[in-house]
């Protein structure tokens, strides 16, 4: 089976295992193993690949979970409880639904109200992404598109009124406090995604884990 008993390692020398890690020196390394790996610090959801199994070292619990996969208008992650241990996921929904690839070519004025959220986005992002680039670049390597995308998205911008925006951090938020309410156990405990994993059965840090697939 992939779920080798590999030495413990002594410690993390990277916070995530790097992509197509070479297994034998990486395991020396401390760093990836494979498609499986043991810390001597314990595991961290952080640590694990989208969907795979954990395992106990010391008693017989093992469990298939998910770390973190994402969707196009949502993401699942994985928490443990950290009164009961039981391991869960929550997921999160985006505020705004997505763009419809059909609106691709319609300007924003063109757009239903709850297609234009998402463009909203996507103009702010585009104006931040160019500024930035005419900052770290001299100015001699400009792209000749550069200024007229970031003053045609400024023009589209400069339509929308301030109480959309504040309508879009509003429901931003709203969202956010939503999730944030969802992170408790059925037990009272708290949910948590960046504490060293236990096993739920024996209360051991050493968890193995191993990675089936990326989402
Ligand atoms: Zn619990
Ligand atoms: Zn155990």
Same mark, same amino acid.
């Given at each position: ?27 020396? !390394? ?29 008693? %017989?619990? $093992? ?22 241990? !039981? ?15 059909? %609106?691709? &070519?319609?300007?924003? $004025? ?7 959220? $998402? ?6 992002? $585009? ?13 001699? %390597? ?28 509003? !429901? ?21 995604? &960046? ?21």
């Amino acid at each position: 089976m992939w779920l080798l008993n590999y030495p413990k390692v002594q410690k993390w020398t990277c916070t995530k295992p790097p992509r197509g890690a070479d297994s034998q020196k990486d395991v020396k !390394k401390g760093i990836f193993v494979g498609t499986c790996y043991t810390v001597a610090e314990g595991l961290r959801f952080e640590y694990l690949g989208g969907y795979g199994t954990i395992s106990c070292g010391d008693c %017989d619990f $093992s469990q298939d979970i998910t770390s973190f996969t994402h969707g196009p208008s949502s993401s699942t992650a994985g928490y443990q409880c950290h009164t009961c241990g !039981k391991f869960t996921t929550r997921t999160r929904k985006k505020p705004f639904r997505r763009p419809d690839p059909a %609106d691709r &070519d319609k300007s924003l $004025s063109e757009l239903a109200p709850d297609a234009r959220p $998402s463009r909203i986005e996507d103009l702010q992002s $585009s104006i931040r992404l160019g500024e930035r680039e005419m900052q770290e670049t001299p100015k001699r %390597d400009w792209h000749p598109t550069w200024v007229s995308k970031v003053a045609e998205c400024r023009r589209e911008l400069s339509t929308v009124t301030e109480d959309e925006l504040q309508n879009m951090e509003k !429901k931003r938020e709203e969202v956010a406090q939503a999730y944030e309410a969802s992170l408790f156990c059925a037990c009272g405990g708290g949910l948590e995604r &960046d504490k060293t994993l236990f096993c739920p059965s024996c209360r051991s840090n050493n968890l193995r884990y191993g990675h089936e697939h990326s989402t």
